[in-house]
Structures are given as C-alpha cells and as structure tokens.
C-alpha cells in the first residue's frame, strides 16, 4: 500500500527540506513532500507574495490527497488550499499559524497590528536591510518586555547573501491580516504553538472554539523542532490515518 502523502509549506525563513530539520524521518513512514513557496529561491531574487501561486503549488503537491503541515505564515495558503479543496486534505497541522485575519480584532492581534502597519505602510520607500531592522526592533521589545526579559541586541544589517534574500523577502510581504482566511470545517486540525507569544496562544484558542486542538510544546516561534512537537505531529498524522482507512 502506497505511503500517505504529506505536503510541508514552511513560514517565511528557510525553506523547502531545510525549513523542516526534525520532520524528515517521516519520510520512512509517509511520502514526504517538502515544497518551495512562490518566491523563494536560492538563486533568483525575491519576489513579492503570490497566494494564488502558494495555492496552486500545494494543491499539485497534495495529488490525489494527503495531509497539509504548515508554519507560520504558511499556514495562510495551507488553510486556502484546504478550503478550496477540503476533500484533498486528510488533516491540517498548523505551527503558529500567523493566521491573523481571522482574530485581528482579538486584542493580541489588534495590538500587533497597530504596532506593524505603519511599518508595512511604509515598506515601499525602506530599504530591506532597513526594513528588517525595524521590524526586528518593533517585534522584539514588545515581546521582550511582555517576558520580562532585555530585548536582544541591535540587529546589524544583513552579513551574506542568503540573509540579504531574507530580508528583502520580508519587506515585500504583505500584512497577515489582510489575508482572505476562513475555518476549514470537516477537516481535523492540530495547532502547535510555543508557549512564548499571546499572539499565538489567541490564534490558537479562536481555532479551538472551531473544532482544533492544540498542543502547547515549548520552542518558541518553532514548536515542530521540540521532541514533544515531533511526538504530537507523529501522533496526529497516525490518527488521521486510522481515521482515513477507517473511513475508507
């Protein structure tokens, strides 16, 4: 019998396999397709966002069906792929989502965009270095001084090629909120977050209000590295196996 497919949509770093450096023994279980959102390269320049492109990529890679596994702003084309095609995906594992169009008027969200808009307005007329300084600069301390923490230090502009293409995929990105989400109803839906950031914690208990559950797993912004985030994807994907064959 065939392996499962399993579609990984990695956030806004790395990405393809290396976005995923605790996920690739799945591969022996599941075949496991680790694929590269639209724009992101490691010899072409950055290119601006493209959710209908993201969309149609995933979509290809689902096949005939398969689950989706997504981090961060990944999961916004992961959830418009299940939406337009929920029948194709089997479950959804969403690592902080930064799904924020569907809680922007929570407080968490609703503050954070008061803290970024001005900055992706302005995002035209800055330089990418520029840009991810500030943005770095916004995000950190507001996070340091919820933890209670010193921020972390001043962040320098890009020292290679590989973090230059980061930074100017950064500043094309488009604001998180402006995308055109919905739930997935019918579709079983794990949501790992970090423990870290209320942001994340109040996207996660609005997708628990509509059917997920959610595993708090430590690792900050990258929950999938953790052991226990290892087990709990390994354990849900099983789940959502017996549940296909049994429904099958």
């Not at 969309?55 to 005939?64: K, S």
């Not at 008061?114 to 300084?133: C, I, K, N, S, V």
């Not at 959502?240 to 099958?248: D, L, M, N």
């Amino acid at each position: 019998m065939p392996s499962e497919r399993v579609v990984f949509v990695h956030g806004a770093g790395s990405f393809g396999a290396a976005a995923w450096p605790r996920q690739h023994g799945l591969a022996l279980g599941y075949d496991c397709l680790f694929i590269k959102r639209h724009g992101y390269d490691a010899v072409e320049e950055p290119q601006a966002p493209d959710l209908e492109a993201d969309i149609a990529v995933i979509r290809e890679a689902l096949g005939a069906g398969g689950h989706l596994v997504a981090h961060s702003a990944g999961a916004i084309p992961a959830m418009l792929a299940a939406l337009r095609d929920p029948g194709r995906v089997y479950s959804l594992i969403l690592c902080e989502p930064a799904v924020f169009s569907l809680t922007r008027d929570l407080p968490a969200t609703a503050a954070h965009r008061e803290l970024l808009q001005p900055l992706f307005d302005a995002a035209p007329e800055m330089t990418d270095e520029g840009f991810e300084r500030e943005f770095v600069r916004r995000v950190f301390a507001v996070e340091a001084a919820a933890a209670g923490r010193a921020a972390r230090p001043g962040h320098t502009a890009p020292a290679d090629e590989a973090a230059r293409r980061s930074a100017a995929r950064l500043r094309l990105q488009t604001p998180p909120w402006e995308a055109p989400l919905d739930i997935v109803p019918g579709v079983p839906t794990l949501v790992l977050t970090g423990g870290w950031e209320p942001l994340y914690e109040e996207v996660a208990e609005f997708l628990v209000s509509t059917g997920a559950e959610h595993r708090q797993v430590g690792g900050n912004h990258r929950p999938q590295d953790t052991g226990a985030g290892r087990k709990a994807i390994r354990e849900f994907l099983a789940r959502s196996r017996q549940a296909e064959t049994g429904a099958g």
